[in-house]
């Protein structure tokens, strides 16, 4: 029996905090009158200690539930917002979730299109008998305030394990197509986008290119456009999916939610976020149509089989958005993300220099958060060290590594200081027990003061420790959300 190619599984981030988007009309409209517009539902902001990379953990965390960590051979971070210029940015994400060294990894940028070409080299390797490749996108566009891009962007992550066996969705086929197309660009050395008019972009690049692409790659695969179950396409400006699905025969009722109202506009990330959606939606038999824009075109089908129904539990689209919390500070996440300078404080003004080294030989313990196990007591501490801490036995040279970023936590101290500097105060942080053992002093990120109590439940995050801006280096380490 040859084994099936496809997606194995499938998982999304969504960050907690929601911007009201009247909340950004109340502080421009007297300058930017037509973005009344755009002033329902909410868009998904990252807090301070969020980026590509902390957004694309989770999103693979969520993707791999149930799947032996061992089995994944390669893993790429797609997204035009990685932090990181000349570091492997995939190379953190391998880290945090403790895969063999002997995984593969590579980052993908350049465009709006690539998560979804990524996407189809991946499975075409599968198919020539790779192992099985975790491909990760994430987003996290700045936008210049009082724009419409502030308004209907927004941050997200998402991920798909492809490989081959008891595939959720097997791929019947793709097209893509390449043009220079340039809605809009961002040089190497700008922070926003510069975006040209949008019926423009309408008329020739979602009618246009995307109708043409859609209608070509449906005649291709042989297709009867009016029984495509679900049609997924990641453009959240108005009525335009509706009407590429008439043009091509598509029912009314396949077109999929984009989103727009809720998440807004994940760019890079968008594609697999909605793919995400569907499929967690989706019953064995369904066909899948998934549509790429940016430069181009990349239009997918897919169809799921029986074993989507016997995948594990997961947070997905639907409990990414259920966590989320309103917020119409608009200041505070102009502050945020670098576009309102706030005067900090000199307790703001300590070096937080990441030395290369120490980061080397610990990079199990920060960037994975493994501890460490006695085999002879049992006994889990973090962090991992040579002699055990149980007090009836110090025992020596014992310790195997312990994972702790997937085991739950409880509370047992909390402190909130509003002395100490952070982005947002006041600064929550205490003492949490894993359950099975081990203890650590974490800081809590996501969390309000009813949020934190002696006893609560937690999970683990992977979060921005600190920035070393003087050098430009982003910290990691792990942080105490609560458990829902």
């Known amino acids: 029996m040859i084994a099936e190619t496809g997606l194995l599984s499938f998982g999304a981030y969504i960050p907690r905090n929601r911007l009201q988007r009247h909340a950004i009309h109340a502080a421009n409209g007297w300058f930017a009158g037509s973005l009344k517009d755009f002033a329902k539902g909410e868009r998904a902001t990252a807090n301070w200690d969020e980026d590509p990379i902390t957004m694309a953990v989770e999103a693979a965390r969520d993707t791999l539930t149930g799947i032996d960590r061992a089995n994944v051979a390669s893993v790429s971070l797609a997204s035009t917002t990685l932090p990181f210029a000349d570091r492997l940015n995939a190379g953190v994400v391998k880290e945090a979730l403790t895969l063999s060294d002997a995984t593969g990894a590579f980052d993908v940028t350049g465009g709006q299109r690539i998560a979804t070409s990524a996407l189809i080299q991946a499975i075409a390797a599968a198919a020539g008998g790779s192992g099985p490749h975790l491909a990760l996108a994430s987003e996290m566009r700045l936008s210049q305030p009082a724009s419409?891009?502030?308004m209907v962007n927004g941050d997200a992550a998402a991920g798909l394990l492809v490989g081959q066996g008891s595939v959720v969705a097997r791929l019947l086929g793709s097209r893509s197509v390449t043009i220079d197309f340039v809605d809009h660009f961002r040089s190497s050395h700008a922070a926003v986008d510069y975006a040209w008019e949008s019926r423009w972009t309408r008329d020739e690049g979602y009618a246009g290119m995307i109708g043409d692409a859609l209608g070509k790659a449906l005649a291709e695969m042989e297709v009867d456009a009016a029984k495509i179950n679900r049609f997924v396409i990641p453009i959240t400006s108005r009525g335009i999916a509706e009407s590429l699905a008439r043009r091509v025969g598509v029912r009314p009722q396949a077109v999929a939610d984009r989103l727009s109202g809720s998440v807004g506009d994940s760019g890079v990330a968008h594609p697999f976020l909605l793919l995400a959606a569907a499929l967690e939606a989706a019953a064995p038999g369904e066909t899948v149509l998934l549509v790429g824009f940016g430069q181009g075109v990349d239009v997918l089908l897919f169809e799921t089989t029986p074993a989507i129904v016997d995948l594990p539990a997961r947070r997905g689209v639907k409990g990414s958005l259920a966590r989320g919390v309103p917020t119409d500070n608009y200041l505070r996440w102009l502050f945020h993300r670098g576009m309102l300078?706030?005067?900090k404080g000199m307790r703001a003004e300590a070096d937080q220099k990441?030395?290369?080294?120490?980061?080397?030989?610990?990079?199990?313990?920060?960037?994975?958060?493994?501890?460490g196990r006695c085999t002879k007591t049992g006994t889990v501490q973090f962090p991992k060290s040579d002699i055990g801490v149980n007090p009836n036995d110090h025992a020596i040279g014992t310790q195997e590594d312990y994972p702790l970023a997937d085991v739950r936590a409880r509370i047992v101290t909390y402190t909130a200081d509003s002395l100490t500097y952070s982005p947002d105060p006041p600064s929550y942080y205490g003492m949490i027990d894993f359950d099975g053992g081990g203890r650590m002093v974490a800081e809590f990120a996501d969390v309000e003061a009813d949020d934190v109590e002696v006893g609560r439940s937690v999970t683990m995050m992977f979060r921005i420790k600190a920035v070393d801006e003087a050098r430009d280096f982003t910290k990691y380490f792990w942080k105490a959300v609560p458990a829902t």
């Open 148 to 150: 419409v891009a502030e």
């Open 341 to 343: 300078d706030l005067d």
């Open 354 to 371: 990441q030395p290369g080294t120490a980061l080397w030989r610990n990079r199990k313990t920060v960037l994975g958060l493994v501890g």
